[in-house]
């Protein structure tokens, strides 16, 4: 079981990684923490918003909309390839998962499908919203990836954990289709080869 890492240790991982950041607001004390824990965490998981524009992105993915209030995630990765963190602690990302793809994580073995959504995935998971209108067709420029990959990285890195630790929205929750664009297994392949 891992403690999430404090908020500073947060930010001094991403950089020492090489993350282009950004610090929104107070994202430090901006989080969902009255609403239930967050930790022992256990991975990252990976987004894409379905908006585009990335000021407006990041302004969604803090403040959240009608019935889902923000933040939507830790750190929102435009498509410039720069972190804009807009929350810290408990966010509403994950939503409810599946246990079995949980207890995969946690041994990082190879992940069963995900049939079942009876898990809070917000407790337990770091989160990363990725600026893509995820349609298939909204390109992913190779900055951007290059800082989906350092982001999720760092986060191992920190924790010790390896790239099985990083799933995809559509990897936890039945009905979810994010990431789109690109394969998991993919990234999971570049973290492995960047944690080396």
Not at 110 to 131: H, I, Q, S, W
Request: aromatic share 8%; glycine share 12%.
């Amino acid at each position: 079981m891992a403690s999430p890492m404090s908020a500073g240790r947060f930010l001094d991982a991403l950089r020492a990684e090489g993350v282009t950041v950004v610090e929104v607001g107070d994202w430090v004390h901006h989080n969902r923490n009255h609403k239930g824990p967050w930790g022992p965490v256990h991975g990252v998981m990976i987004h894409h918003t379905a908006s585009s524009g990335g000021e407006r992105t990041v302004e969604i993915c803090r403040d959240g909309y009608a019935g889902l209030p923000g933040p939507l995630c830790h750190g929102v990765i435009t498509k410039d390839g720069t972190v804009h963190l807009v929350g810290y602690g408990r966010a509403n990302h994950a939503g409810l998962g599946d246990d079995d793809v949980l207890r995969a994580v946690i041994a990082e073995k190879a992940l069963p499908p995900d049939n079942e959504a009876d898990t809070d995935g917000n407790r337990y998971f770091y989160g990363f919203e990725c600026e893509n209108l995820g349609d298939g067709e909204d390109p992913w420029p190779q900055a951007q990836l290059e800082a989906i990959e350092k982001a999720a990285a760092a986060v191992c890195r920190y924790h010790g954990w390896t790239e099985r630790s990083v799933i995809g929205h559509r990897e936890w929750q039945p009905g979810k289709v994010d990431p789109k664009g690109f394969t998991m297994a993919w990234l999971r392949e570049r973290i492995h080869e960047r944690l080396k």
